[in-house]
């Protein structure tokens, strides 16, 4: 069971209730329902010539290994936002989200989901910011295989070379309906 033990919203205690078939800690004061512990992370795949922008990892998890630019959603950021955001930051790399690739599921603690997009470049020459990357670069598929790349990038990036049966998700930029505040995704 999670650690949260007082309510979010009003400080009562918590107490562990029945909810959909599931124990969750609620509060017997007000209506709040702590659903879990979550994040959300994502990755970009920028290519250029053929290559594809990794980075090395200078902070744990990961340390020293070679992955896919990214990092996780702010609270009030969206995702396209985040994600353009975050190549830039690790790697000087201006690019433009263009679809959704693929999905990363991993139910733990803190339940992780990591979405993946295909990026356009834009521009610039990978640099990397010092601080989380300590190296940034293109690289081809087989440079990598000599790389200290991370398992599940090389499962990304080999999706992205080699699965190109699959337009993925785009952005709607036209709904047929105004959602306020919605960054909706579909298939082409």
């Known amino acids: 069971m999670e650690k949260v033990n007082f309510c979010l919203s009003c400080g009562q205690r918590l107490e ?3 909810i959909g078939g599931e124990n969750r800690k609620a509060c017997p004061s007000c209506e709040f329902v702590h659903w879990g512990d979550y994040s959300i992370g994502v990755g970009a795949c920028v290519f250029k010539d053929g290559k594809i922008l990794l980075i ?12 896919i630019p990214g990092g ?3 609270q009030f ?8 955001r975050e190549v830039e930051e690790e790697t000087g790399i201006h690019a433009k989200m263009q679809r959704m690739i693929a ?3 991993l139910p733990r603690e ?12 834009i521009g610039g020459e990978p640099q ?5 990357v300590d190296g940034a670069g293109f690289f081809s598929w087989e440079e990598m295989q000599e ?3 991370a398992p599940l990038t090389t499962w990304i990036v080999n999706g992205a070379l080699h699965n190109k049966s699959s337009n993925g998700l785009v952005i709607d930029q036209k709904p047929i309906v105004q959602l306020d505040r919605y960054g909706l995704f579909h298939s082409v």
């Open 16 to 18: 562990v209730r029945s």
């Open 56 to 67: 090395r990892r200078a902070q744990n998890p990961g340390k020293g290994r070679w992955t």
């Open 72 to 74: 996780y959603i702010e």
């Open 77 to 84: 950021e969206h995702i396209e936002k985040t994600i353009e």
């Open 103 to 105: 999905l990363c599921d």
């Open 110 to 121: 803190i339940h992780n989901v990591y979405i993946v997009f295909s990026m356009d470049y």
């Open 128 to 132: 990397a910011d010092g601080v989380e």
């Open 147 to 149: 790389m200290n790349v």
